[in-house]
């Protein structure tokens, strides 16, 4: 699949001069229809294996695929088995690859699967791994709970708020082992706080002059990219996606995505390969086609969301809006918001006067929007972060966190924004 029959560069970037944009490149680019009987879409290849012709290109094929040897120039390789490589997922790769302008991504099984196989490539027994807090409740747990029965401590810093910087953070790791990884969720579920991407790569950086070794930066960027933020610009090494998300746009799979650069995919592919957490190929197709609307979806989204900030921040029963957009010029986090994000997002928090009761009975009274977790559908979403997707957090680093109650997170899908508008009042009237 990453090779083309000469009449056509499938992994041309530029038309002559002209740069293309990942929008456009997303119909086309890293397949060639002339190699599938000319069929337009890819085919998806629902093979366990694939045939090779001779026993030696099956020798040859291995040494590379095993970093036994590098490939030579000019060497056309074939593919193995579908947990090391399929066509589907190759083509999902580089194009997904694209929206970051990096060197390579690697598709998983979901989000999790990115993040646990990332961490588990990178940390050793006797390492420390800081994060950002608040942070999805799934990663948290992984931290906090499985990660120290490998040997592998923690030390928390706050996104925004009042809590323990990320300087403080590193000052106290390093008393505890080799500070491996910096991790961070920015804009951080369900707060919106907001993590320094520049920060993070000056504490690396110093930490990196002070001890020689360098953390490596791993940035999950579920919520505002590929569109709205790109962290490898701002010194991240990996970018996290669950693909669950925007990116599959349709909340109609789980898979997850790692972003980033050769040297450092190399090993988190081998960890892949070996703890076979890579997607299956149908699911990658169903990404393919979602890469072809991801723009218009997220725009459409952001477009609804703000509208429907606007309109919940004048509402007399609601309380603070975690909404970006509506950062002031004196807020600490306005400019780590001018300075990486291009767009608010279209998914955020607010509370409403009251608390559980207050909470769950606008919930439970909503016709439109649907009460699930996740985000990042065509369909609006909401839900209780404090009892549902943070309900593995400590209550009382909720609670320092902000994440209370009476707090509501939206993911604001594609529908018609006065319909949402119409259900939020009626759900809101209930209270
Ligand atoms: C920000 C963020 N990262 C990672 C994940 C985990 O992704 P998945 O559910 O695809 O494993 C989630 C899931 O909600 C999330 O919201």
């Not at 588990?120 to 800081?130: A, C, E, N, Y």
């Not at 990663?139 to 708020?161: Q, W």
């Not at 989204?301 to 606007?310: F, L, Q, S, V």
């Amino acid at each position: 699949m990453t090779k083309d029959t000469g009449a056509k560069d499938t992994h041309a970037t530029k038309l002559g001069n002209h740069t293309l944009s990942p929008e456009t490149q997303m119909m086309g680019y890293g397949y060639d229809p002339m190699l599938s009987e000319g069929s337009l879409k890819p085919p998806i290849f629902m093979t366990s294996t694939f045939v090779f012709k001779t026993a030696n290109d099956g020798k040859e094929f291995f040494e590379v695929a095993y970093g036994k040897r590098e490939k030579r120039q000019d060497e056309e390789l074939g593919l193995i088995y579908s947990r090391i490589n399929n066509p589907n997922l190759e083509v999902l790769e580089d194009r997904l690859a694209l929206w970051e302008k990096a060197d390579k991504a690697l598709v998983f099984a979901s989000g999790m699967a990115a993040i646990s196989t990332c961490l588990l490539s990178h940390l050793r027994p006797g390492d420390v791994i800081i994060y950002s807090a608040p942070i999805y409740g799934g990663t948290e747990y992984l931290i906090r709970n499985i990660l120290p029965e490998y040997g592998v401590k923690s030390v928390e810093f706050e996104a925004g708020g009042t809590g323990p910087t990320l300087a403080a953070a590193i000052e106290k790791a390093k008393k505890l082992g080799r500070v491996a990884v910096i991790y961070a969720e920015t804009p951080a579920n369900p707060t919106n706080d907001l993590v320094d991407l520049v920060a993070c790569k000056t504490e690396a950086d110093a930490l990196e002059k002070d001890t020689g070794n360098k953390p490596l930066i791993i940035i999950d960027n579920t919520y505002l990219g590929p569109i709205w933020q790109h962290p490898l610009e701002h010194g991240a090494d990996i970018v996290i996606y669950s693909l669950t998300k925007y990116i599959g746009g349709h909340s109609d799979l789980v898979a997850g995505a790692a972003v980033g650069k050769g040297d450092i995919m190399a090993g988190v592919a081998g960890f892949r390969t070996i703890l076979g957490t890579m997607c299956d190929p149908h699911t990658g197709w169903l990404i393919l086609r979602s890469l072809e609307t991801l723009k218009l979806r997220m725009t459409a989204a952001g477009d609804n969301a703000e509208k429907i900030a606007t309109y919940l921040r004048d509402h007399p029963k609601v309380g603070k809006v975690n909404y970006l957009g509506f950062l002031g010029e004196n807020d600490p986090a306005y400019h780590i918001y001018k300075q990486q994000c291009k767009a608010p997002g279209a998914t955020f928090s607010f509370t409403v006067e009251g608390g559980e009761k207050e909470a769950f009975a606008v919930l439970d009274a909503l016709k439109i929007i649907k009460l699930a977790v996740s985000l990042g559908g065509t369909e609006s979403l909401m839900e209780s972060p404090y009892f549902m997707t943070h309900a593995d957090v400590p209550d009382d680093v909720k609670e320092r966190l902000g994440v209370t109650p009476a707090m509501l997170r939206i993911s604001v899908g594609v529908e018609n924004a006065d319909d949402l508008i119409a259900d939020l009042e009626q759900a809101l009237s209930v209270i």
